[in-house]
């Protein structure tokens, strides 16, 4: 049985002089792509410049908003009180939403990042507050969201649509979230590794656990990290094989109008 | 003769734990605020604040972009390329615009700061790229500009409304600039002073350089700086001897749209 | 009976053209400053300019080491390898004693500031690695750390000069440890109320928790906040008691060396 | 005839988790490294690790500091009062000090970057607040400065051993100062041009300008740039050149030592 699917990559990640990802490699490999907003990576010139990329692929694009740790690149779990969390998601979403549009290349979607991500998959009041932020900023938007977490049932609860996605390149565990980076083997950084995940997961019809368990769920997305060597290759891989088992790949709005 | 004029400041400039300024105090005493929008100082807690102090007062709000240029409070000359400009600004304004919107407060118009005013106000193609960019998020808004500046004029040609400012507490040179900084007395700290200014700026219906020269103008709006030491008794005996002459004070929207 | 004591305050901690605490003010009342070193607070001309006050006022000076978190000023606990902790206490120390040295005022003691202080004074391992980085930057060094905790303790056993501290101006729990700031009444703001702390705790010879218990403990130091409101009017009642009551003020190398 | 020479490299620039450059491999072909200081890169954390690498490959180190704007990435000009900037550079070399003494790998020398080296090297006044302030931080230090600059001037008049710099991959205009960068053609990106032109200006005894003119000048060291693309290839075409030209490559120390 063949999928309607998405391949969506973080982009947009650098900031300054300094450059992460490979943006104009990885563009042309996947459907939508969350920008990173200025917190922890990126900056309007950035934003700029790869809402114009996106654009010239046909990427659709999102909101990639995180914490407010540009030394630690988002990745530090904070802790802010809801109405401040709120501020940070909206003043993100915002920005971005507003270049994007003068580009030409309107936002559909949003995708928490990084520890903000991990902290609203796990804390439902964390999601929520993230979720009602989108649906107030557009209730319209695609909120992107891990396969089974507590951001994809915050995300129906706001009345978004949600995009459920899973991750090629990083391991799970048996509850169904991220193996932490801090484990060795958690990021898979070989192609066929990667490949063999996704296309376990698409003919098990679920999340597949580093033990082997199998947590059945429905998913639209499936996601590749830009920052990590060898991304490209990856996701190469993975669209290559999800096209040749006969899937079929498509931006968020094209996929959720579709389904 | 009396008018209808403006009280506005600059206003939200903390950042994180560091204060600056006294909103609280000055936000009862103005009828419109630029608020700052992370670049140069404000935050996205900070922002949500004061959009809600000012909504609470009744001041009508605007974004007050700024470089990117924290250390130096946006107070350093830039120069960048015009679509990196174009991406500053418009990040600055959707990010608050954001925050207003789900605070219940909208923005209603944009007012640049510090160096970014300065160089906007000075060339013409700069000012060109930033009411452009004010006009591709929103064509309503107001554009705040100094009176027989470029901005003023790019404003106008860009199709906005302009609100055209003079300041209450910084002395003009004969060519219409605001003195530098750097010049002794080129802020006035004491309160009669800024009274008298504005005073007789309205009274001789156009900006009173400080050599003495009347550069004719109209004018909407009357700045004083929430920054500055005693800004707030500046700000009060400004708007008592405003009111006290006669003249009416008015939320820029309300202003522009009686006139 | 009296003691031989030290009156210190945590200074500098202003950053670009944001203004953090009243320096002036405050630099006469005390007889030793802890100097932020840029990553939570401070800037190098900071730095400069409060080196040259400290030494007109003949105030001691220390490094006031924080976590790399300008926006949440230092507050925030972090997590770092003991080796980049360790380059992170040593890059401070180094910068802000190169300033010091060049102003002909050199430092002479360094008290961790913030989350830093209090994971330091709670986790030995940490206040190890902190301990030994200050002793490998130059041994002679005293090192400033709360009575009872573990940073006292890796002080001397890395081989320094220890001296104790008490807060006059935050409440103590009964294990020793500060109450935190987000419990109500954790900050003295009167200074009346810190004055009978700081007078109890030297006529009791221990520190005084907030549910009454004496911690038996000498101390050296007594730590008046520059940050807060009203640090001023607490510095100079505190003082004027201690010098009322008997005993003597000293800056930290005298005193030290006088025991 | 064949010279003692050294190759000196820009390293240490990475921030965070933006990686810049890549030390690992260009460690290993030169014979001097410039680490970032924290202000336009680098941080603590990457600045022990990169001590760690140069110790590893015997590699002399200094300090590179820039002008603190990491978002620029040190390379726009900022004009600071002779005091501050003064304080600035203390400031970095302090931290690396701190640290590289620590990691028992002491710095033995002193490069300023980007748009405060070509600001020392045009401004007599410039140069000499830098050269002071490494004489004031250690009179042993050698301060590494473009031949033909201002800079270098100034290292002598402060009593500093200077060692004079060309560079592979800048070219030159006729008065000796690099091309901006913002010429076509003034960084060479291929290692055989670099080669070329380090080769004649080694026969020539001086610099070589892009109109062909020498401006003869003694010249200690061959600075490649760390962060261009290609940098390790053009690194080791430059050392195998000079090496199979005859010429010897020498850490700084010893190049100077031995002069």
């Not at 943006?23 to 917190?39: F, R, T």
């Not at 802790?79 to 998601?89: G, I, K, Q």
Request: hydrophobic share 50%; with cysteine.
């Amino acid at each position: 049985m063949t999928m309607r699917l998405n391949l969506n990559a973080d982009l947009g990640e650098s900031w300054g002089c300094f450059t992460m990802g490979d943006d104009g490699a990885l563009l042309p490999v996947v459907d939508s792509a969350n920008l990173a907003c200025g917190m922890h990576g990126g900056d309007p010139r950035v934003m700029r410049i790869t809402v114009g990329l996106a654009r010239a692929n046909g990427v659709s694009i999102g909101a990639h908003p995180g914490h407010a740790d540009l030394h630690g690149f988002g990745r530090r779990p904070m802790d802010l009180p809801p109405e401040d969390l709120s501020a940070l998601v909206l003043y993100q979403i915002g920005a971005l939403a507003a270049i994007a549009r003068a580009g030409g290349w309107p936002i559909t979607h949003v995708k928490p990042h990084g520890a903000l991500s991990n902290q609203a998959c796990a804390d439902p009041a964390i999601a929520g507050v993230i979720a009602r932020a989108v649906a107030a900023f557009d209730p319209g938007l695609i909120l992107l969201a891990p396969a089974l977490s507590a951001l994809a049932r915050a995300g129906e609860a706001a009345g978004l649509r949600v995009a459920l996605e899973v991750f090629a390149d990083r391991s799970y565990e048996a509850d169904g979230r991220l193996t932490p980076r801090s484990v060795p083997g958690s990021v898979l950084h070989d192609p066929d590794a990667a490949v063999a995940q996704v296309l376990r997961m698409a003919a098990e019809g679920g999340i597949v656990a580093r033990d082997g368990r199998v947590l059945p769920t429905p998913f639209h997305s499936v996601c590749v990290h830009g920052d990590a060597p060898g991304a490209v290759a990856t996701a190469r891989a993975v669209r290559a094989a999800l096209l040749g088992a006969g899937h079929s790949l498509h931006p968020l709005p094209a996929l959720l109008a579709g389904a």
